[in-house]
Nanobody
Framework: QVQLVESGGGLVQPVGSLRLSCAAS????????MRWYRQAPGKQRELVAS???????NYAESVKGRFTISRDNAKNTAYLQMNSLKPEDTAVYYC????????????????WGQGTQVTVSS
């Protein structure tokens, strides 16, 4: 069993910053891609940023230049540094990871965290 736990959400004023963390624990042999998604009320869940095990990153156009995704492979943790936050960034942010749970299992399984609320408002 694998658990992903997000932290770092909260209420912040426009142009402020937050740093989200996603810690993976449990039966983990390796983690491939780690991603951050978000879902605002009444909207579909959207991919915000992703990072491969080698550190290659991709971002949604709406957050490029403002958000930075990173990871610490030794700690099985991903981060999302969010700067210059806007009201439209308000959403529940979810962590997602592709996890290989053992050396004898060659496939990667998809795991999700429970989400953390980010509210940008004055």
């Amino acid at each position: 069993q694998v658990q992903l736990v997000e932290s770092g959400g909260g209420l912040v004023q426009p142009v402020g910053s937050l740093r989200l963390s996603c810690a993976a624990s449990g039966s983990i042999f390796s983690i491939n891609d780690m991603r951050w998604y978000r879902q605002a009320p009444g909207k579909q869940r959207e991919l915000v940023a992703s990072i491969t095990i080698g550190g290659s990153t991709n971002y949604a156009e709406s957050v490029k230049g403002r958000f930075t995704i990173s990871r610490d492979n030794a700690k099985n943790t991903a981060y999302l540094q969010m700067n210059s936050l806007k009201p439209e960034d308000t959403a529940v942010y979810y962590c997602n990871a592709l996890v290989r749970v053992s050396i004898i299992r060659f496939s990667y399984d998809d795991y999700w965290g429970q989400g953390t609320q980010v509210t940008v408002s004055s």
